[in-house]
């Protein structure tokens, strides 16, 4: 199979270590950019099952540079611009989506929020107590107790066997420093990549990214390295029991050293299998013999 998708028609790596991608679209389309920073909840070192990538995604948000939080907010509002971030088990990545005359003030100030955030106690309290409430969330909801289960009995070393937001003791173990000091190793410019769409030729995109993200020097970090798993020799299973109105279950695979190209049959093959009500197990176990009342999948 040939999997195709829009090639970059740019590609640089600027003097400090920063990683830049473009693609010119078709004139009159937004602009979109996606700054990605290369560490998750799977890197965390030893804050480990903290949750502290998730955490810093929060602080960012409150004020940065020159601007409060107030100002940030009313500057992408007034550029017309969307704004928001998630984090991964490998990545922490920040979206904007802006008219493409709103993009070189959108870049500046995502800049500002990447190299300075204005971690304040005050707001570190606030967030601290948002997402204390997120987990307590998690905790309530089944689905994602599922889940967190289904990784703790696949993962007996890797990170990956905590939620990607922090187990609730650990969390609470964080201090503002611990968040500053994180911050300064792993936001550096040789940890970072932006992507970026827009009908702006490339050479102008360039030369926004050098401004607002080239300046920055390179602190670099040690990245710790993976701690490998023990070999699995049998099936892993583990059992909830509870008050629900309906039964869930999970089955999990795990693959090492797979590439792009694998994943993307995977996904295609998992697609049939179980994705929508035109799946291959949702005619036979939904609609067919009506065992099950949906099913999905995640890779």
Known sequence: MDFRYPKLTSEFRLDNGFSVGYCRSYPGASASVRLCVRSGSADED??????????????????AGSRTKREMSELFSKLGAAINAY??????????????????KALEALSDMMFSPAFEAESFKLERDVILREIDMCSDDLDDVLIS????????????????????????????????SYHS??????????????????????????RFFGGETCKGFLQAA?????????????????????????????FANVGFREIAASEA????????????????LKYGSPLIDSIDYEI
């Open 46 to 63: 030893e804050f480990s099952g903290c949750g502290v990538s998730h955490f810093l995604e929060h602080m960012v948000f409150n004020g």
């Open 87 to 104: 984090t991964f088990y490998d990545r922490t990545v920040y979206c904007v989506d802006c008219p493409p005359h709103s993009l070189e």
């Open 149 to 180: 289960s289904l990784n703790r009995a696949m993962f007996e070393v890797s990170p990956m066997r905590f939620p990607v937001i922090g187990e609730r003791k650990l969390f609470e173990s964080l201090s503002l420093g611990d968040l500053t």
């Open 185 to 210: 190793r792993k936001y550096s410019p040789g940890n970072m990549m932006l992507i970026g769409v827009s009908d702006l030729p490339d050479a102008d995109f360039l030369r926004m990214a050098r």
């Open 226 to 254: 993976p701690q490998p798993e023990p070999e699995q020799i049998c099936p892993r299973s583990v059992s909830i029991s509870g008050k629900t109105d309906i039964a869930r279950g999970a089955l999990s695979f795990r």
């Open 269 to 284: 093959w998992c697609f049939a299998l179980a994705g929508g009500n035109s799946s291959r197990i949702s005619r036979r």
